[in-house]
């Protein structure tokens, strides 16, 4: 077995075990913000994968995606961040 | 080979960066404190996976590819955007519970 495709794997493995992690933060955050900043989270790491993907499988129509994914990582948190500020501000 | 070796320890480096974001997220007792977290990955884990690839695709082609870099960029300017939002969310909260 190759030595980048093992490094690869476990890179992945590794991307997979904090995206669990954050999960668990997302369920159990005991407020509203924290799920908010562990959904980002989850973003920036789904992003890396699809980056390491793109090495796996060497092919460069993955680099489209990854920066959909953070256009659109930004979208979901600000937006979520602006109307919890102004909820807060209106009660 | 050196180039391969090149990538594969930056790969393994944003791999360590990734899981100690996670965990800080995890383990971390505040808010405020968890908000630090998610920077790690955002920055250096990006910058080296970005590196990475930006390596492997510039030795396999034979010529610069540095799309990747355009992604390190993006987050580079949302990212601090995003966390200034729900940071100042976050403090309306905590001073309306303390009122």
Redesign the interface.
């Given at each position: 077995m190759n030595?980048?495709d093992a490094?690869?794997a476990?890179?992945l493995g590794?991307?997979c075990?904090?995206?669990i992690?954050?999960l668990?933060?997302v369920l159990r955050g005991p407020?509203a913000?924290?799920r908010?900043?562990?959904f980002?989270?989850l973003f920036?790491?789904a992003?890396?994968g699809v980056?390491?993907l793109?090495?796996r499988y060497?092919s460069?129509a993955y680099?489209d995606a990854?920066?959909l994914m953070?256009?659109f990582?930004?979208i979901g948190?600000?937006a979520l961040?602006?109307f919890?500020?102004r909820g807060?501000?209106i009660? | 080979m050196i180039v391969q070796l090149l990538v594969a320890a930056l790969l393994l480096a944003s791999a360590v960066l990734v899981l100690a974001a996670a965990f800080g997220l995890w383990r971390l007792d505040d808010f405020f404190l968890r908000m630090h977290a998610p920077a790690l990955a955002n920055t250096l884990a990006s910058w080296a996976v970005a590196l990475a690839s930006i390596l492997y695709f510039s030795t396999g082609s034979g010529r610069p590819v540095l799309h990747q870099w355009v992604i390190v960029i993006v987050l580079a300017i949302t990212v601090p955007v995003a966390s200034g939002i729900v940071a100042r969310a976050a403090l309306f909260q905590l001073r309306k519970d303390r009122l």
């Open positions: 030595l980048l490094v690869i476990v890179t590794a991307y075990l904090a995206m992690v954050a668990a933060r407020r913000l924290d908010v900043v562990a980002d989270f920036t790491v992003l890396l980056l390491v793109a090495i060497d460069s680099f990854a920066l953070a256009v990582g930004f948190s600000a961040g602006k919890l500020l807060e501000v009660e | -």
